[in-house]
């Protein structure tokens, strides 16, 4: 029994196996619908799918709705989906798409970048957003990379302007948080600095028990009881 274990495995390490060609399995190509009402630009990028060996295109839909009913009948891996369709937010029916098919992974295809709709698309929870202007081996190559779970933007500039504006979203979630006002914020950043009680109230025009007031008012949101502590706290939190 022994032996003919070993000659099985012998075998299955070969080219042939009960008389067939045996070769390495290959991964199943990246199941692709194209989502844009501009009929040169949807055919256009399906063909340049469809001539690479790891793209299959399941479907091509000019309209919002069309899409949503094909994304829930072929379950694609990817939707590349134009950011306006005949005059409807393409953003509106990725938010549909993606409530219905959450499996799905979106990649928005733009010819006119502006800030709102990228920060919303990433907000919603899209995948990529891509200009209509990159190059076609750029395309492929995020829809590779958002097949592999990753996140694709077009440029760093970009990836810089969203960084920064969620940065900004969470700083003002921490601040909310907090309980902490801006001004609340600027005295203990006043006090991380090294000033006094004396030159904040000559900085603001309060006095100095206005000053003091309002340092405790700060320890009793942040749960500390000095100085040091507070600002270690405000560190802490990213407020400062």
Request: some cysteine; proline content about 3%.
């Amino acid at each position: 029994m022994d032996k003919q274990r070993s000659e099985l495995d012998s075998i299955q390490g070969s080219r042939y196996l009960e008389g067939k060609e045996w070769y390495p399995a290959v991964p199943a190509p990246i199941r692709v619908l194209v989502v844009d009402d501009h009929e040169v630009v949807r055919t256009g990028i399906s063909a340049s799918l469809a001539a690479e060996p790891d793209f299959s295109v399941v479907g091509e839909a000019a309209e919002g709705g069309v899409a949503i009913a094909m994304a829930q009948k072929l379950h694609p891996d990817i939707v590349l989906l134009d950011v306006i369709l005949r005059g409807i937010d393409g953003l509106d029916i990725a938010q549909q798409m993606l409530r219905t098919c959450p499996e799905v992974r979106v990649v928005i295809f733009t010819g006119c970048f502006d800030d709102e709709s990228l920060f919303r698309a990433f907000r919603i929870g899209a995948h990529g957003y891509l200009q209509k202007s990159l190059p076609i081996r750029g395309v492929l190559a995020a829809l590779r990379a958002v097949q592999q779970g990753e996140r694709v933007l077009m440029d760093s500039h970009t990836l810089s302007q969203l960084l920064d504006e969620f940065g900004r979203i969470s700083r003002n979630q921490v601040r909310t948080l907090s309980g902490l006002s801006e001004i609340e914020i600027e005295i203990v950043r006043m006090v991380g600095d090294g000033y006094t009680n004396k030159e904040i109230a000559l900085q603001r025009f309060w006095s100095e028990v206005t000053v003091k007031r309002k340092l405790q008012e700060i320890y009793r949101k942040l749960q500390v009881s000095d100085r040091a502590q507070a600002v270690a706290e405000a560190l802490r939190m990213g407020l400062i």
